[in-house]
Nanobody
Framework: QVQLVESGGGLVQAGGSLRLSCAAS????????MGWYRQAPGKQRELVAS???????NYADSVKGRFTISRDNAKNTVYLQMNSLKPEDTANYLC??????????????WGQGTLVTVSS
């Protein structure tokens, strides 16, 4: 069984920074795309950033120039560096991985999320 565990969320003032981590564990053969999503109260879940196995990145327009996604394949971990945070970035941030497990099954796995609160 594959699990994703996020960490790094918290309370920060507007203009501040946070670094989120998402560590994957279990019987993993390879990763395809890993991404960060967020969901604010009363709003739909939205893609924040994603990164492919070869390092191609994609960002939501609202975070371009402020957030950076990266991955450490040796540690099965993906990171989200968030700078110049705004109150509208407040949300539960969830990690998602599209991967192939040790039995060659293609899976989509979600973490539980980590809460980010940005005060004005």
């Amino acid at each position: 069984q594959v699990q994703l565990v996020e960490s790094g969320g918290g309370l920060v003032q507007a203009g501040g920074s946070l670094r989120l981590s998402c560590a994957a564990s279990g019987s993993i053969f390879s990763f395809n795309v890993m991404g960060w999503y967020r969901q604010a109260p009363g709003k739909q879940r939205e893609l924040v950033a994603s990164i492919t196995s070869v390092g191609t990145t994609n960002y939501a327009d609202s975070v371009k120039g402020r957030f950076t996604i990266s991955r450490d394949n040796a540690k099965n971990t993906v990171y989200l560096q968030m700078n110049s945070l705004k109150p509208e970035d407040t949300a539960n941030y969830l990690c998602k991985a599209n991967l192939r497990d040790s039995w060659s099954r293609y899976l989509e796995v979600w973490g539980q999320g980590t809460l980010v609160t940005v005060s004005s």
